[in-house]
C-alpha cells in the first residue's frame, strides 16, 4: 500500500484538444507548490494528478495548500494498492479501521476507469460493500443518508478513500490572460481579484497610496491582502503608485461634488497605463452598482469612460452579504475591516454627485491642466513589491 493524494482537477476536464496545455499549467503550479518538500513526488495520471512520497505529518497541510490553487477542484488521501479484489477488500477494512469507519452508514462508490478490470463499476460496489459488511457487523449500507462513502477507483492502481477536501475550482492562473486589478484596502477589490484568478486570470495589483493622508498601516494592509491573494495565484506583483499630488491637487482645484469621480478616472487612467507597460490586456475593480455615489450606473458609465481596455467588474451584481461570505472564505475579510483609512474615505465631498455627465466631467478636467502631467508621473515612477506564496514548510 502506498499513501498519495489524489487531486481532482476542476473545469479543465471539460476542455477538449486544449486540454494538455491546462493539465501542464497546473501540474506545474501544484509541483512549484510543493518543492520544498524532500523526495516529495507529483505526477499526472488518467484524469487526475497524485502527489506522493512526501512524510505523513506534512499531508494535511499539503492537502490544505494544495486546494487554494486555482483550477483544483478536491484533493483525497488514497490508498494505492494492486488491483486485485482481496488485496482491494484487505486494505479497505484497514482503511476503514483507521480512520475509524468501521461503523454506521455507508455507501460504496466504485469506478472503473480502467475498463480491463474484471468488475465494472456496479459490480465493485455490490461486492466492495458486501466484503465490507461481512467484516464489520457494525456496518449498515444507506445509498441515500450515508454517514461516508468509501471511494475505490480503478485507474493505474486502484485507489481507496474516505475523504475529501475541496479545493477552489477554476482553472489554472495563468491560462486566461492578464488584468490589472486595482486593489484597495477595502473588503470588495480582494474578492474581485480572487475570482479573476480563479477564472484563470494572471493578476497584476495597483494599489494608490496617499502618504500622509493614508498611513503606513493602510498601506501594509494592502501589502497583507495581497500576500493572502498570492496564496492563490502563487505570485503578485503590487504596484505602489503615490497619488498624494494628484488627490491634493483635485480637492484644492476640482469642483467638490465630482472630486470622488475625479480621483477614480484618475486611478484608471494611471492603471491603465501599467497594465499596458506590464502586458496586461485588461483592468479590473471590486465595483457593485449601486453600492455608493460613486458606483451608480451613470457614475460607472463615466468612471470607466476614460480608458479604453476593457474593465472586469466581477461584483457588479454581488449583494454585499455575498462579498463579505467570500471574503470571510478566502481569508480576507478580518484584514479588510481594519480601520485603516482608505485614501478615497479621506477625500469623499460632502455631497458627492450621483449622476454625472461625461461632458460636464470632462469639462472640469480641462480646467486642471496640470492633470495630465501628474498622471504621467505617477504612472511612471511606482513602487513594486512582489509578492509570493509563502513557502509550504
Ligand atoms: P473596495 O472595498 O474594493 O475598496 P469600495 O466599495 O470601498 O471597494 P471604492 O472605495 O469606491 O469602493 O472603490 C471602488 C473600486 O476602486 C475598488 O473596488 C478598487 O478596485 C478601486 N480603488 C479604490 N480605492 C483604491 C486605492 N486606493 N487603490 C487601488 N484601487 C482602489
Ligand atoms: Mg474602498
Redesign the pocket.
Known amino acids: 500500500m502506498k499513501q498519495v493524494l489524489l487531486v481532482r482537477y476542476a473545469e479543465i476536464h471539460l476542455k477538449g484538444l486544449n486540454r494538455p496545455y491546462f493539465e501542464r499549467a497546473l501540474l506545474h503550479q501544484i509541483q512549484k507548490l510543493v518543492a520544498p518538500i524532500e523526495h516529495i513526488q507529483v505526477w499526472k495520471g488518467d484524469g487526475r494528478f497524485y502527489i506522493g512520497g512526501y512524510p505523513p505529518h506534512l499531508e494535511q497541510r499539503i492537502m490544505t495548500e494544495v486546494c487554494k490553487i486555482c483550477g483544483v477542484h478536491s484533493v483525497s488521501p488514497a490508498w494505492a494498492v494492486p488491483k486485485d479484489m482481496g488485496c482491494i477488500a484487505e486494505n479497505a477494512a484497514a482503511l476503514l479501521e483507521s480512520s475509524g469507519k468501521a461503523t454506521g452508514r455507508f455507501k460504496v462508490d466504485a469506478r472503473r476507469s480502467d475498463k480491463r478490470f474484471y468488475l465494472n463499476s456496479m459490480q465493485l460496489n455490490a461486492e466492495l460493500g458486501g466484503r465490507m459488511l461481512e467484516k464489520f457487523p457494525g456496518l449498515r449500507v444507506d445509498i441515500h443518508h450515508p454517514d461516508f462513502v468509501l471511494s475505490c477507483e480503478i485507474r493505474e492502481e486502484a485507489y481507496l478513500y474516505v475523504d475529501r477536501m475541496m479545493a477552489v475550482g477554476g482553472m489554472p492562473v495563468g491560462t486566461a490572460g492578464r488584468a490589472a486589478?486595482?486593489?484597495?484596502?477595502?473588503?470588495?477589490?480582494?474578492v474581485?481579484g480572487y475570482m479573476l484568478a480563479k477564472r484563470g486570470v494572471e493578476l497584476e495589483a495597483?494599489?494608490?497610496?496617499s502618504f500622509p493622508h493614508t498611513s503606513e498601516r493602510a498601506k501594509q494592509k494592502v501589502v497583507d491582502l495581497a500576500q493572502v491573494i498570492a496564496g492563490y495565484t502563487g505570485r503578485l506583483p503590487l504596484n505602489v503608485v503615490n497619488?498624494t499630488e494628484i488627490q491634493e491637487y483635485l480637492y484644492e482645484n476640482g469642483p467638490d461634488a465630482m472630486l470622488?469621480i475625479l480621483m477614480?478616472r484618475a486611478?484608471m487612467r494611471i492603471a491603465q497605463r501599467i497594465a499596458r507597460a506590464t502586458g496586461c490586456q485588461s483592468l479590473a475593480?471590486?465595483?457593485?452598482i449601486g453600492?455608493?455615489a460613486?458606483?451608480t450606473m451613470d457614475a460607472l458609465v463615466v468612471t470607466n469612460a476614460v480608458v479604453d481596455m476593457p474593465i472586469f467588474q466581477p461584483l457588479i451584481c454581488f449583494d454585499k452579504m455575498e462579498t463579505v461570505e467570500i471574503a470571510k472564505k478566502i481569508g480576507t475579510f478580518e484584514l479588510?475591516i481594519l480601520p485603516y483609512e482608505?485614501?478615497?474615505t479621506v477625500f469623499t465631498p460632502r455631497h458627492p454627485t450621483t449622476k454625472p455627465r461625461l461632458d460636464r466631467v470632462e469639462e472640469a478636467e480641462a480646467k486642471l491642466p496640470a492633470l495630465n502631467a501628474m498622471i504621467e508621473k505617477a504612472a511612471s515612477d511606482y513602487e513594486i513589491i512582489n509578492l509570493y506564496r509563502q513557502s509550504i514548510l
Open positions: 486589478l486595482l486593489l484597495s484596502g477595502g473588503i470588495d477589490s480582494p474581485a495597483v494599489y494608490f497610496h497619488f470622488t477614480r486611478m475593480t471590486g465595483e457593485t453600492q455608493v460613486s458606483q479588510s482608505d485614501c478615497c
